[in-house]
């Protein structure tokens, strides 16, 4: 379906490189980005944070309230009345220096990956948030795999420096040792973990000098700073300077000072040391986002071409947020910008079907309300309401025709067979399946054999199975009675392989709506067991497992 249209050419000279409103203008002064972590690290109260020092809000705690996370599905159920409040932080757009910062949020709930994942591939880079007691954490890691894959520079970031905690250089081994990158720390603290005073600033560009912090009254504005040279540091703070500057120089030493190059490669991870909470660092987190962030490029197309910026308009959907305004039932297309101008009111194309899309009703997903969006550049997040007929990973395009790659689905772990509970209601459950799986809120699988009555919801955390139930009876009127499968492993296959598997023990073989032949089992040795009777098979891991 990839279409590649001389007209990128035209349009082209259609917009010079050097005019004012060129889209390469506006994309050299964005960056976009989304904080990963472990669930606890901190993410909310950093993003609170940059709101707070870059102006967008007065006082931090206002982004996101958030109450206590009892159990999981209270978690969801009062995230679902909170809706309001969640979509108004989908993206929060900065202003720093100049510049134009699109945080794009993730979910906070590991069962939700499958969403973080999505987002990864709408931003241009990841900030990892790093709990200094707790290292890197499961989900983190999981995290920075999924952006090791896509290619993402990680910026990393050692949070909560104000609590004792463990070393740093040990802590930068860890880093080191988990991910494969070399941390180059941009900021060093000075003081121990539990003892945060300020930052030294590590390198050529920080030249040595100290940002000292005062705490102001819990954290809720910004804490005070003050720029010492290296001698005013010395004089100030005595031991505990020397510890820092000795200890950045012998990592400098052995890792190298922060290096662009190796760093958009994905070789080394510039470091920064913060307590959210206080907003010590943050201040070096918003420039370091400036200087040493990618701003958004040409994305390469389903065959590689990368698209030129000053083009036509194109952009993926990486999220599909539904019955958010409980009044309107609407659907919100969250799409990130990759290149020319979007325009409200101009007609765009889904690439997939080649049907129109109207954007009169464009929004920008901020600051509790939702306001209207007149035009937007490469990096920018634009929400599109009641975008019918998208789904999620579609490319959308004005003029000049372009397709980007799918966003890959990860291989799920938990397996359930969905009916109606009504059986006479079997029109409102294929269209609230089919939703769900353009959605991408769970993976619907099928098969010959389980006939088109009982497909599979796969999903990769189980939370998302509630949702998906809770969301066939509130929003299709059609609840649904679950099954729970015994698998919890996927591999990909491919077509002269379906019936040998179907013969096989504790196994089938299921079809996603991408086409993807999924081989799935009990467990890995089940699987190893099918492996070792049917010489051959092909059994490619998915994404999450690569
Ligand atoms: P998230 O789950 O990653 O979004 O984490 P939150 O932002 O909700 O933070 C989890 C808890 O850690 C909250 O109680 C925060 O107040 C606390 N917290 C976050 N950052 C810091 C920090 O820098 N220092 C301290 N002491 N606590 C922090």
């Known amino acids: 379906m990839s279409t590649h249209a001389p007209a990128v050419e035209t349009d082209l000279s259609a917009v010079p490189a050097d005019a004012d409103d060129a889209p390469s203008r506006h994309a050299a002064v964005r960056r976009t980005f989304a904080v990963i972590s472990h669930p606890d690290a901190g993410k909310s109260t950093l993003t609170e944070a940059l709101a707070l020092l870059t102006g967008a809000v007065h006082r931090a705690g206002h982004v996101k309230g958030k109450a206590g996370r009892a159990g999981v599905v209270s978690d969801w159920q009062e995230m679902e009345q909170q809706r309001g409040i969640s979509i108004s932080s989908a ?34 880079c990841a900030v990892m948030l790093v709990d200094a007691a707790r290292g890197m954490e499961r989900q ?15 910026i990393t970031v050692v949070n909560k420096w104000d609590r004792p905690g463990r070393e740093a250089l040990d802590l930068m081994d860890e880093v080191a040792q988990v991910t494969g990158m070399t ?8 003081g121990v973990a539990g003892d945060f005073r300020g930052v030294l600033r590590v390198g050529a560009e920080g030249d040595g000098a100290y940002t000292a912090y005062t705490r102001t009254p819990g954290g809720a504005t910004a804490a005070i700073q003050e720029h010492l040279s290296a001698d005013e540091a010395l004089e100030r703070e005595g031991e505990t300077w020397t510890a820092a500057v000795e200890e950045a120089g012998l990592l400098t030493l052995e890792n190298g000072e922060h290096d662009e190059e190796a760093f958009l490669a994905g070789r080394t991870t510039p470091v ?22 990618p701003s958004p490029g040409p994305r390469p197309d389903a065959e590689g071409t990368p698209r030129p910026l000053d083009t036509g308009f194109s952009g993926q959907v990486f999220k599909i947020q ?34 129109t899309l109207t954007t009169k009703h464009a929004q920008h997903l901020q600051g509790g309300a939702r306001t ?52 006479s209601r079997s029109k409102q459950f294929h269209k609230g399946i089919a939703e769900l799986d353009a959605e991408g809120v769970v993976q619907v699988l099928r098969s010959d054999l389980r006939g088109e009555q009982a497909p599979v919801l796969a999903a990769v955390g189980p939370l998302q199975l509630e949702v998906a139930s809770h969301r ?51 467990d890995q040795w089940r699987m190893n067991g ?13 994404v999450a497992d690569a």
């Open 322 to 355: 539904a019955g958010l305004d409980k009044a309107h039932r609407d659907r919100v297309a969250l799409v990130r910008v990759c290149s020319g101008r979007f325009e409200r009111g101009t007609p765009l194309t889904i690439a997939r079907s080649g049907r």
């Open 91 to 124: 993206v929060l757009q900065l202003d720093h220096r100049a510049h134009v910062l699109n945080l794009v949020d993730t979910p906070g709930h590991a069962d939700f990956s499958e969403d973080t994942y999505r987002v990864l591939a709408a931003v241009d």
């Open 140 to 154: 983190t890691r999981k995290l920075f795999d999924v952006c090791k894959h896509r290619g993402l520079p990680v």
């Open 272 to 293: 920064l040391f913060s307590a959210a909470v206080l907003n010590f660092g943050v201040d070096h987190l918003l420039d370091t986002l400036l200087d040493v962030a």
């Open 472 to 522: 066939m009876a509130s929003d299709f009127s059609c609840p649904i009675r679950t099954e729970t499968l015994s698998y919890s492993v996927a591999r990909r296959t491919t077509p002269e392989w379906v019936a040998p598997l179907n013969s096989q023990r504790g196994t089938e073989v299921l079809q996603r709506r991408d086409g993807d032949l999924l081989a799935v089992f009990a």
């Open 372 to 423: 209207s969006i007149d035009e937007s550049w490469p990096g920018d997040v634009v929400g599109l309401v009641g975008a019918n007929g998208v789904e999620v990973g579609d490319t959308l395009h004005g003029r000049g025709a372009v397709e980007y790659p799918a966003i890959p689905s990860f291989a799920p772990e938990h397996f359930v067979v969905a009916r109606p509970v009504d059986l």
């Open 530 to 542: 099918v492996a070792r009777e049917l010489a051959g098979v092909v059994l490619e891991p998915l």
């Open 183 to 190: 941390p180059t720390p941009l900021t060093w603290p000075v």
